[in-house]
């Protein structure tokens, strides 16, 4: 099991940046894939960004496809996601996960990811 602790959200204007961090502790060597994930009010979670563990492989949703940019710098044991060109729809409770399996990178779907964060608010608003 891993323990991930997100930060870094808040309140942007349209059209600015945001980078959330995922600090990550425990067995993280195990895992196969690293994901961000977001629930808007009234709406189901869903799968923004991922990346493997092994290669650094990175796939994204088509709905943040060339604005968001996740990483991880192994050193430190966190993980990124570096969020651009910002609109009020990205608004959200921003989520890091943990999933064991390869299938986590396959699906990128909630129900393949076994551990996560608390979660970190994100507001796009003028």
């Known amino acids: 099991q891993v323990q991930l602790v997100e930060s870094g959200g808040g309140v942007v204007q349209p059209g600015g940046s945001l980078r959330l961090s995922c600090a990550t502790s425990?067995?993280?060597?195990?895992?196969?894939?690293w994901g961000w994930f977001r629930q808007a009010p009234g709406k189901e979670r869903e799968g923004v960004a991922c990346i493997r563990n092994g290669d650094g492989e990175t796939k994204y949703s088509e709905s943040v496809k060339g604005r968001f940019t996740i990483s991880r710098d192994n050193a430190n044991n966190t993980v990124y996601l570096q969020m651009n060109s910002l609109k009020p729809e990205d608004t959200a409770v921003y989520y890091c996960a943990a999933g064991l399996a390869g299938i986590s990178w396959v699906t990128m779907g909630e129900r393949t990811f076994e551990d996560w964060g608390q979660g970190t608010q994100v507001t796009v608003s003028s």
């Open positions: 425990g067995f993280t060597s195990a895992y196969h894939s």
